[in-house]
């Protein structure tokens, strides 16, 4: 069974090592999501076809790993909250006398909490990472100077909303869903293993019951809370017109008043989460709030919470090591 560990400090440090490797493989599909939802072309097409044979390689990769830096960045605070989070939540349960709660109970309300905590440091993050991702604007250091440079430190909250409802959704799957399914998994193959090659396929490997329920449950997760990523997306692509720009209008430069006339625009069609809402549904169809599915709902979180869940079981003993006292 997926198992979570009691010790929020060796919980911190086990996420931070399986965010390193998670992001590692699954960077290029990050990107490849971001750029379908917000109707962009996958790769730069233009250049690839100008680019000769021999430069083609390097044109591709250096794309889909734009923004490499800062996605690392954020993956691994990120994770690192969300599984010493969890423990620690469990050991606030303990302390407030709820020791001996339903423990599916304390999962759940775990996993919720979890999805809020995380989404105070993982959406302005994501916005940085979208800025340098998706807005051409460099890497770790270039996109967080582009933003501290050419807006209000509160930009950081744009894209809060719906990064906690995606979260909250993503983190009951991975804290208490995964658990349920696996555990349901290992009682229908103990029951007909004897009669069914799957069910004894199951029954003799416990890796196998991890890789099906993280795949599975993730599916599930990321369909009901796809809405709430691309509107977050669509939010923090579009941010409200840059100081810099402003100034530029001031003096009487046309580009810049162009510049900051298009971002007014775009900043006020997703100036919110409902309106975000309300916008994609109204201009591009409700299949829109789903734009960038097959990337995110099939490949990026269903394999993400595979490798995650089979490498956390195996790092975290080699963390306790080193942490002896924790």
Not at 56 to 76: D, Q, W
Not at 269 to 298: I, M
């Amino acid at each position: 069974m997926v198992e979570f560990g009691e010790s929020p400090v060796v919980e911190f440090w086990t996420g931070a090592a399986t965010a390193l490797i998670d992001c590692c493989i699954f960077h290029s599909i990050d990107t490849l999501k971001v750029r379908s939802q917000n109707a962009q072309d996958s790769l730069p097409w233009e250049n690839f076809r100008k680019a000769s044979m021999l430069s083609r390689p390097s044109l591709v990769l250096g794309s889909l790993y734009a923004g490499f830096s800062t996605n690392l960045f954020l993956k691994i605070p990120y994770m690192s909250m969300m599984f010493g989070m969890h423990a620690v939540n469990k050991c606030i349960f303990d302390m407030v006398g709820l020791e001996h709660a339903n423990e599916d109970v304390r999962e759940i309300t775990s996993a919720v909490l979890v999805g809020v905590e995380a989404s105070l440091i993982l959406s302005p993050l994501e916005l940085v990472r979208i800025q340098g991702q998706n807005n051409g604007k460099g890497g770790l250091i270039s996109a967080t100077r582009y933003v501290a440079t050419h807006h209000s430190p509160w930009v950081l909250l744009r894209g809060m909303d719906a990064c906690i409802h995606r979260e909250v959704k993503y983190c009951i799957g991975q804290f208490a869903a995964i658990g349920f399914v696996e555990s349901a998994l290992k009682r229908w193959s103990e029951a007909n293993h004897e009669t069914n090659s799957l069910a004894l396929q199951l029954h003799e490997n416990a890796s196998l019951r991890i890789l099906a329920s993280s795949m599975s449950v993730g599916f599930m997760c990321t369909v009901i809370s796809q809405p709430d990523d691309v509107v977050k997306t669509r939010m923090q692509s579009h941010l409200p017109p840059s100081r810099a720009s402003s100034s530029s209008a001031a003096k009487g430069a046309a580009s810049g008043a162009a510049s900051d006339s298009a971002a007014e625009r775009g900043y006020q069609k997703y100036r919110g989460y409902l309106a975000s809402f309300r916008t994609v549904s109204a201009e591009e169809g409700v299949a829109a709030l789903w734009r960038g599915w097959v990337w995110r709902c099939c490949v990026r979180v269903p394999l993400g919470l595979a490798v995650i869940n089979m490498a956390h079981p195996h790092v975290r003993p080699h963390v306790a090591a080193l942490l002896p006292n924790s």
